[in-house]
C-alpha cells in the first residue's frame, strides 16, 4: 500500500499570504496526484488532478506541483472561504487509491 | 450535470449490516468507475474500494476485505455499498465519488450511518 503523508497537520496563515502544503508518497506515484478541499459538513471538492491541473472552477490561486513522491499545494492569497481541510490522494496504485491525513488550514 | 444523490442516515446495532445507495444521473452510467470513501467523526478520508458500473468487477481496499461488498444495478443507474459486521469504529459519513480520469471528480451528499447499541 501507498502511504501518503501531509504536513503540517495544521498551518496558520493570514488572509491574503501564501500558503504551502506538503504531500509526501512512499514510493513514486507519478504525477498521478489530487488535491482536495473540504469543508465543514460538505463533501470533498477536487482542486487539483494530475499534481498540477486545476479543477473546472477554482481559481487561479490555487496551484499544484511535484511528481514522484513529493507534492505541494500552494494558495497565493488566501481569501476567507479557503480556511478548509486539504486532502492529497494518490491515484497511481490504480485500483487502489490512499488519501493522506489532511492538513487543516486555519486562520491566524 | 453529474449528480450523485445518496440514500438517507441509518442507524445500526453492531453485528449488523448496512447498505448505502448511489443514485447517478447526468452522464453515461457504465461510463465512470464509482469509489466509495469514508470519514469518521473528526477525521480524515478513508478510500473503501472501488466497483466498474460496466461490469461489476470490484476492488476493496484490504482493511475491508471480507466485510463490504459493492454492487451496481444498470437499469437504476445505482451502485449500492454493503457493510456487514458492523461496529462502532465503523461509524461514519460514507461517500460515493466517480472518477472520469482518475481523480475523484464528483461526490454524492454522504450518508451518516451510526453503529450504536
Known amino acids: 500500500e501507498i502511504v501518503m503523508t501531509q504536513s503540517p497537520a495544521t498551518l496558520s496563515v493570514s488572509p491574503g499570504e501564501r500558503a504551502t502544503l506538503s504531500c509526501r508518497a512512499s514510493q513514486s506515484v507519478s504525477s498521478n496526484l489530487a488535491w482536495y478541499q473540504q469543508k465543514p459538513g460538505q463533501a470533498p471538492r477536487l482542486l487539483i488532478y494530475?499534481?498540477?491541473t486545476r479543477a473546472t472552477g477554482i481559481p487561479a490561486r490555487f496551484s499544484g506541483s511535484g511528481s514522484g513522491t513529493e507534492f505541494t499545494l500552494t494558495i497565493s492569497s488566501l481569501q476567507s472561504e479557503d480556511f478548509a481541510v486539504y486532502y492529497c490522494?494518490?491515484?497511481?496504485?490504480?485500483?487502489?487509491?490512499?488519501f493522506g491525513q489532511g492538513t487543516k488550514l486555519e486562520i491566524k | 450535470q453529474v449528480q450523485l444523490v445518496q440514500s438517507g442516515a441509518e442507524v445500526k446495532k453492531p453485528g449488523a449490516s448496512v447498505k448505502v445507495s448511489c443514485k447517478a444521473s447526468g452522464y453515461t452510467f457504465t461510463s465512470y468507475y464509482m469509489h466509495w470513501v469514508r470519514q469518521a467523526p473528526g477525521q480524515g478520508l478513508e478510500w473503501m474500494g472501488i466497483?466498474?458500473?460496466?461490469?461489476?468487477?470490484?476492488s476493496y481496499a484490504q482493511k475491508f476485505q471480507g466485510r463490504v461488498t459493492m454492487t451496481r444495478d444498470t437499469s437504476t443507474s445505482t451502485v449500492y455499498m454493503e457493510l456487514s459486521s458492523l461496529r462502532s469504529e465503523d461509524t461514519a459519513v460514507y461517500y460515493c465519488?466517480?472518477?472520469?480520469?482518475?481523480?475523484?471528480?464528483?461526490w454524492g451528499q454522504g450518508t451518516l450511518v451510526t453503529v450504536s447499541s
Open positions: 466497483i466498474n458500473p460496466s461490469g461489476g468487477s470490484t
Open positions: 465519488a466517480v472518477s472520469p480520469d482518475g481523480s475523484l471528480d464528483y
Open positions: 490522494q494518490q491515484y497511481n496504485n490504480w485500483p487502489l487509491y490512499t
Open positions: 494530475g499534481a498540477s
